[in-house]
């Protein structure tokens, strides 16, 4: 919503605008990814903030990473759509139909499918955006990796611009063809990319059992041994005072 703000006050401040749809379209791209890097840095904090109180008060209340991008990006779709067809559903509610340009769809049931579009990539590219910088902030000199995580946020902001400019298209049938395609795809990537972040966290989390789980049973190897150590000590001081004590009798008896 403060995005599609800032389009707008830019909009209204430059009346060449008025005219052109694809500088709108570019402003608009760049103040939403702009604001979903901001809200990410945000979230970032949050999750700071709570695990250093959650240190200092000993108890885990840390965020589940992967339900905070969902919520994250289930925000930005539910925020987009709100916006973007609001005034388009103050005409809804009058007599009448409006035909869409370009088809003989009513502009109503293509606006519909564009809100479950729009809202379906704005939770996908949230969660490609989050969890890949996410992954690149704690990649220290693996360069090929963070070539691959540089990728996989170029083809998310890609797909936002193209996804944009389909909108322009003046078939509605094959914008929605397009963008459907778009939307498989978008959303594969970001399946893809959410398993793959949960598996790297299982296979870390198995990494540290499987250190931890030697030293375990070195520390209980070396417990017994040392008790085996003590007992025979002990047994061996056990039998130096009976030898004294025998020896001392003995001297006794012959001096009688």
């Not at 939403?32 to 700071?48: A, G, M, P, S």
């Not at 793959?196 to 375990?216: A, M, N, V, W, Y």
């Not at 049973?217 to 005072?241: H, Q, R, T």
Request: proline fraction near 2%; aromatic fraction near 10%; charged fraction near 20%.
């Amino acid at each position: 919503m403060i995005s599609i703000l800032f389009t707008s006050l830019i909009w209204l401040a430059i009346p060449p605008l008025y005219e052109t749809n694809i500088w709108i379209i570019i402003i608009s791209f760049i103040c939403q990814e702009i604001t979903r890097y901001l809200f990410f840095r945000l979230l970032l904090l949050l999750e700071r903030t709570i695990n250093y109180h959650s240190r200092l008060g000993q108890r885990q209340s840390e965020i589940h990473y992967i339900k905070g991008t969902l919520a994250s990006g289930l925000g930005f779709g539910v925020g987009y759509v709100l916006v973007m067809n609001t005034g388009l559903l103050t005409k809804a509610a009058g007599p009448g139909d409006l035909e869409a340009s370009g088809c003989s769809m009513s502009l109503f049931v293509l606006n519909s499918f564009n809100a479950q579009i729009f809202g379906l990539l704005n939770v996908a590219w949230t969660m490609i955006m989050f969890i890949v910088l996410k992954q690149h902030k704690y990649k220290y000199g693996q360069t090929r990796e963070k070539q691959i995580l540089k990728l996989k946020v170029i083809i998310s902001l890609v797909s936002h611009f193209a996804a944009s400019c389909i909108t322009m298209i003046d078939n509605c049938t094959v914008t929605l063809i397009l963008l459907y395609l778009l939307l498989i795809c978008i959303c594969t990537l970001a399946v893809y990319i959410t398993f793959g972040h949960i598996k790297g966290k299982k296979d870390e989390f198995s990494t540290i059992i499987q250190d931890r789980i030697p030293l375990r049973i070195n520390d209980l190897n070396s417990g017994k041994k040392s008790k085996e150590k003590n007992k025979k000590n002990e047994k061996e001081k056990v039998k130096e005072k009976t030898d004294s004590s025998s020896s001392t009798t003995v001297s006794e008896s012959e001096s009688n």
